[in-house]
């Protein structure tokens, strides 16, 4: 049993235990408060559920929300497009010595 209130956020995509009428049994969480605002990912249909409701028909959670703060997975999580670029690196504050001489600080 759980510690306390499972968390939810907004484009989690749940599992319930019985199916919707449509066939689909998984939902979307769309709205969050005192109720819990469900989307059914096979006809669109809305429903509110309580917290309470909805701990106990979940089944599992098929991907969590971008809000979500644990570990991303790379089946979840969105590959960029391209990298961002390469930061140069600021200037060094002092010329490179040659091969084989030998650097004297302090003096």
Known sequence: MPDGPIPYYLGDVVRLRKPHPCGGREWTVVRLGADIGLRC???????LLTRRDLGRRLKMFVSRGPEWPGESSPETDPVPADPPPAVPSPAAPNPPTAPGTVEVVGR
Do not use: D, I, R, Y
């Not at 990912?41 to 429903?47: A, E, T």
């Open 41 to 47: 990912l096979g006809c669109q249909h809305k429903v």
